[in-house]
Every structure is written in structure tokens, then in C-alpha cells.
């Protein structure tokens, strides 16, 4: 019975032989996986060392920064202005401007109440036309009183008429000449009276001394309006107005560097509220007195080309150049530092950081511009490139930015 159940027991040959086969086919399939994934992170840099780089950032420049004598800085200033206030006394009753209003020269600004010079002055020309009435009435007795006279002269010449008659139409004749007088200084003194009516009335009247812009509005309607703005809580002027033609750049400069600076000099302006853009300056005045503290003397530059955006007290900055700008030269360019240029199979490139790794990227480049190269394509103002090490670099390295 034992024989018979030792003879059943056997080995599978085939089963064993598919074993040793699946395993081995597992294993190349996890050598193979293991390869990819190498091969993947390898690609992507994950073995690569980390290169430690320092970085510029590709600028935006103007070709008259190369020529370029004296810098200075100061604020746009109006030449004329004005704290506009009435020379009566009164209470505002109407403003018709605001901050930035332009207005032009004998506009009405503001008024003051002026029901009681309103008055004044229709009583003035209620004088002068009653003054006026006199006169023609006093011309018409002159008129009667001269003929009257001149019969009776003829009558007491012939004896025809007693002398007491010709003594009474020559004094009659008299007075009618002083009324016509007198009528005549009625109507001077009325037509002064309207004048001075007219006057007050207009002193109520607040009008634009020069066409400009409102900066600041100082007064309003209900307040007391004073010329000397001595009564509590009274308002002296009633708004303040600029001449924005009459705009210029007052800026400090070095007694050192005055020599370098004379009347009629070409500069450039910028203005810090709006960087990209450059304004053409002329030096229009050398002011003849230094501040003694500073050690500087005051320039005035006006600006050659209006413009609405430049406003009064604004800050700027100055640049003294040795020759005006041509047209060509009041764009912008783009350049970098020339020590970021490498050169890679005979072309220029430069390393452009994208995030943790740098892109090897091809430039054209252009003239020089003092100390910086411009670059035609490749690379626009604001992008951050590589400065040193770049014979450390190629193209997807990565990088670490040295902390500086």
C-alpha cells in the first residue's frame, strides 16, 4: 500500500520550468522601469549639480546716457502763479471751479454777495440820469434866456424898451448859462459815482488774473472771504492758480560742476512719475546767488515740448548733455552687461534665468553704449540673465542664485 502511494508522487517538469522563466521577466521588466525613470530624472536634471550664479537684469538705456556731462536733481515749479482772492469783503456765494479747472484770463472764477453794490451802482445811474434830465432842461432855459436877451439888448439900444427890463432878461440869462454849467459838473460827478458803483460791484467779482489751472481750492460757497483774512475763520484767497506754460525745473546744482553748465545748455528731463519717458530741457536761467549751506547755485530749466502730464511740483531729475538729442536717439535700447555675452558654435548667447534653470539663448547684438552692449533680439528690458560662472553653463542647467 505504501509502494503504491511513493509511486505516485512526481515532479511536473514543465511546471518547473515556466517558473524560473516568469521570474526572470519580471526582473527585466523592473531593470527596464528603473531605466526610464533614471533616464527621466536624469533629463530633467535631477543628478545635474547645482551651479551657483550671479545675475543682472537686462536694462532699458538711452543713447544720450552716453553723453551725458552733469546729473542733478529738483521739482517742476511754476514761474507764475497765484493765490487769487477778492479786495472786498463778503460772503462767497458762488465758486464755479475745482482742483484742475483751466481757465482763461478775465474769467469769472467766484462772487461774493453783492446785492448792496448791486444797489449802489443802480443808484449811481439813477443820479446820472437825473443829472442828465437837469442839463437838458438848463439848455432849454439857456436857450429862451439868450433870445430873450438878445431882443431886449436890440430894444434898449433903440430906447424903445426901459433899461430895468434889459437888466432883468442879461441876469436871466446869466443864471441859465450856470445852470447849464452846473448841469454839465451834475453829470461828471454822476458818471463818477457810476464808476466807483461799477467798481464795487466788480470787486465782487473774482476773476483769472492769467490763463492757467486751478491747483488748490482754498474757500467755499458760505464762507467770509477777507483781502487780509484777519477775521476768525475768514478766507483770504479763494483758490490758487498756476501758469502751466510758465513751467520749469528748478534743481540745485555743485559749485564744482557750474562750469560745466551755461544758458541755453540742451538737457533731458525725467520726470519720477513717469519713468519711461524723457522730455527735452533747456537751460533758461542761472540764478545769481548761491546757498551758502549747500554749497549750489539754482538752475532753471524749461521744457522745450508742452505736455498735459507734467504737472507743478513734480520731482525730476536733470541730465546735462554735451550735445541735443537727435530724433533717433530719443528711443530707448535694449542692452546688457558685455561680461553676460558667452559665445557658443560661433554665436553670441547669453543664459536667461527661468526659474531654477537657465536657457541658453542666441543674441544679435548692436553698438556699443559706454559701459553696456546693445542687443538688436534675443532679450528684452527686465529679463534676469546669468552674469559669471558661464563657463559652468548649458543649456537647461541648474542654477541657484548667489544671495548677495
Known sequence: ????????????????????????????????SATVVV??????????????????????VYPSQTFTLLNASG???????????SKATGRLEWLGVEEGSRVRKGEILARLENR??????????????????SLDEAKVELQDATLNYARQK??????????????????RYRRALAAVSGATSAIKGAEAGLRGGEVALEYTLIRAPFDGVVLTKNADVGDIVTPLGAAANAKAAVVSLADMDSLMVETD?????????RVGHPCEILLDAFPDARFRGMVHTIVPTADRSKATVMVKVRFVDKDRRIL????????????????????????????????????SVVFKVAGEVVVQ????????????????????????????????????????????
Not at 46 to 54: A, G, I, K, Q
Not at 75 to 85: C, G
Not at 154 to 171: K, M, N, P, W, Y
Not at 253 to 261: D, F, G, I, P, T
Open 154 to 171: 436890440d430894444l434898449v439900444s433903440q430906447g424903445i424898451t426901459a433899461r430895468a427890463d434889459f437888466d432883468v432878461a442879461e441876469a
Open 39 to 60: 533616464a527621466v530624472l536624469v533629463s530633467r536634471g535631477l543628478f545635474t549639480p547645482t551651479v551657483e550664479v550671479e545675475c543682472v537684469t537686462v536694462s532699458l
Open 75 to 85: 521739482y517742476v515749479v511754476a514761474q507764475r502763479k497765484a493765490a487769487v482772492a
Open 116 to 133: 448792496d453794490a448791486e444797489a449802489a451802482r443802480d443808484q449811481a445811474a439813477a443820479v446820472l440820469v437825473t443829472s442828465r434830465s
Open 312 to 347: 507743478p511740483e513734480m520731482s525730476a531729475k536733470v541730465a546735462f548733455l554735451e550735445r541735443p538729442v537727435t530724433p533717433a536717439e530719443q528711443k530707448p535700447r535694449t542692452a546688457l552687461n558685455p561680461a553676460a555675452l558667452s559665445t557658443r558654435n560661433g554665436s
Open 253 to 261: 546744482v555743485s559749485e564744482a560742476n557750474l562750469e560745466k553748465v
Open 1 to 32: 500500500m505504501a509502494q503504491e502511494e511513493l509511486s505516485k508522487l512526481r515532479i511536473d517538469k514543465q511546471f518547473t520550468a515556466k517558473r524560473p522563466v516568469r521570474k526572470k521577466m519580471a526582473v527585466t521588466l523592473v531593470v527596464a
Open 361 to 404: 539663448t542666441p543674441v544679435r547684438l548692436g553698438s556699443r553704449l559706454g559701459e553696456l552692449q546693445e542687443v538688436l533680439s534675443g532679450v528684452k528690458g527686465g529679463d534676469k540673465i546669468v552674469l559669471k560662472p558661464l563657463e559652468k553653463l548649458k543649456n537647461d542647467s541648474k542654477i541657484k542664485v548667489a544671495e548677495k
